[in-house]
């Protein structure tokens, strides 16, 4: 049979088909690059409209008459002035234009990398927030971490920076071991070596969980804007006090949240206690306290380490002694005490008189000791007295005189410190690193926060009296006299250290110059009778 030829056009309409396939398309973009203005306005005005139905739904209904009111007067006010319309249409067209300028738009939700970090996290939780009794639980093995994760973060690296989590109302979000199970879970699962801050509302059956970022340890020492009877221990997160300082970074100033340890007759904390590893900061800082003491009252110290940290503060103004020996430790503070039992007299006496205190017990008197129970041992085998039974005067009674107490000392020699010193310090400093069962023993409540293993020197964490722990960086106020201080830093500490107006013990006062012979002469010739 004689093959029958196709027709034709069969045999020629797939070139046909190409050839219109390729009119269209050419013609479709000459189109769009014609009307591309337009399909970008278009795309604004949808945009602005679907943005402003989200707003008018998300406004409260009892606050949708009165929004509705002021769009109504703008209109109003628009539709008067002259070229009002015209040019309200001009502004609408503009914003549309700028809301519609790019029509692709970012893929909405985490990356793969992101959503198995947050499934992870998910899966983790489930042995916590999961029970068998539960019909409709919120956690299980395969589930939806989108419902349990209503809000998420994440910083440049991918890791985790905020995380909203729901959890079932049966969990006991009450108890302090259950807390810190959770904790430590996300702790380990969203990141380690990080400050995690956490924040539980039992109410909302809600925790979130936020990366801190590291605390300034730039920053010198310097005078610091506050009023007499306020001390800087360091600074905190900005979300911790309601208060700014402006310090000076080089050239540069920027307000920064501190610490403040207000001592005094009114202060409910009149003295301090500081503990921490060799090498955590505490001389550190109680060099910072030393020198912002000097500008209104006196201070003696007492350096148990017997290293001089110490030594560049011996004969300044104010600084009415600095002692590294067990006589001199026992002399000093049996003054001390002597002192404050001689202003508590002046005091009681004056107001039984009806007169304001002698102004001799207004001015204030620090008592700095480092490392006092380095003394206990050698007194005990000197067979003389403990230097901290002296304390308990200035301790239990300082307050109303104007005498402040602080203890700096080890966490392997915190059993050695007396009872004085742990009934009557309030205010609480932990410094280095430390675990939570050292933290929750020392300031009396854990940390809101994940302490860390590695930290910088002077980084730790504050509580005055019953308030809320912070964390802390104290600013950096080494010894001037150390040959590994930078030059920055050394230069700081001179600039704020009293001059040498007093001759300390072993000093002597500088002669004064000798009279010119000629002045004597002179003198001498005038007092000769003519």
Avoid at 90 to 119: C, F, H, V
Avoid at 126 to 141: C, I, K, N, R, T
Avoid at 191 to 216: H, I, K, S
Wanted: include cysteine; hydrophobic fraction near 40%; charge should be neutral.
């Amino acid at each position: 049979m004689a093959r029958r030829p196709l027709p034709r056009i069969l045999s020629t309409g797939s070139a046909q088909l190409a050839r219109s396939r390729e009119l269209a398309r050419t013609a479709a973009d000459s189109a769009t690059d014609v009307l591309h203005p337009l399909i970008t306005i278009a795309r604004g005005l949808r945009r602005l409209a679907s943005g402003g139905r989200r707003k008018w739904a998300d406004t409260p209904k009892d606050r949708r008459g009165p929004l509705l009111f002021l769009v109504a007067s703008l209109i109003l006010v628009v539709a008067l002035v002259p070229y009002g319309p015209l040019l309200a249409a001009i502004a609408l067209m503009a914003a549309a234009a700028w809301q519609g300028r790019d029509g692709t738009r970012e893929p909405e939700g985490p990356d793969e990398s992101r959503i198995k970090r947050l499934q992870s996290l998910y899966e983790a939780l489930v042995p916590y927030f999961s029970a068998a009794e539960d019909p409709a639980p919120l956690y299980g093995y395969g589930g939806e971490w989108a419902k349990a994760f209503p809000s998420y973060e994440f910083d440049d690296s991918g890791r985790v920076s905020h995380l909203v989590i729901r959890y079932p109302a049966y969990f006991t979000d009450g108890e302090p071991e259950a807390r810190a199970r959770i904790e430590h879970l996300l702790t380990a699962k969203a990141g380690r070596g990080r400050e995690y801050l956490f924040t539980w509302d039992e109410e909302g059956n809600q925790l979130a969980v936020t990366a801190l970022a590291p605390l300034p340890t730039d920053v010198a020492a310097q005078r610091f804007v506050t009023a007499p009877g306020e001390t800087v221990l360091g600074f905190t997160d900005p979300s911790e006090v309601q208060r700014t300082l402006p310090l000076t970074y080089g050239e540069k100033q920027r307000d920064v949240p501190p610490v403040v340890w207000r001592t005094g007759i009114r202060s409910t904390e009149p003295h301090l206690l500081t503990l921490g590893q060799p090498g955590s900061g505490t001389s550190t800082l109680l060099r910072s306290i030393a020198l912002q003491a000097l500008q209104h009252g006196d201070v003696v110290i007492v350096d148990g380490g017997g290293t001089g940290e110490y030594a560049c503060l011996t004969g300044r103004d104010g600084v009415l002694a600095v002692e590294c020996g067990l006589a001199g430790v026992l002399a000093s503070l049996e003054w001390a005490a002597t002192e404050t039992e001689r202003r508590l007299i002046a005091v009681n006496r004056a107001r039984q008189a009806g007169h304001p205190p002698p102004d001799d017990t207004k001015r204030p008197l620090w008592i700095l000791l480092d490392r006092p129970t380095a003394f206990t041992h050698l007194a005990a085998a000197d067979g003389r007295k403990d230097p901290q039974v002296l304390l308990q005067v200035p301790l239990r009674h300082g307050r109303a005189v104007n005498v402040t107490v602080i203890v700096a000392d080890q966490f392997d020699s915190a059993d050695a410190l007396s009872d004085a010193v742990r009934q009557h310090t309030r205010a609480r400093v932990v410094l280095g690193p430390a675990t939570a069962e050292q933290l929750k023993a020392v300031l009396g409540a854990p940390p809101h926060t994940t302490p860390l293993a590695i930290v910088p020197p002077g980084r730790g964490y504050a509580r005055l009296g019953t308030g809320a722990v912070h964390r802390l960086q104290v600013p950096a106020t080494p010894d001037p006299y150390d040959d590994a201080t930078s030059e920055t830093h050394r230069q700081a500490v001179l600039d704020l250290l009293p001059p040498k107006t007093t001759p300390a013990d072993g000093e002597s006062v500088p002669e004064p110059d000798p009279v010119p012979k000629e002045a004597v002469v002179t003198e001498a010739a005038v007092a000769e009778p003519s």
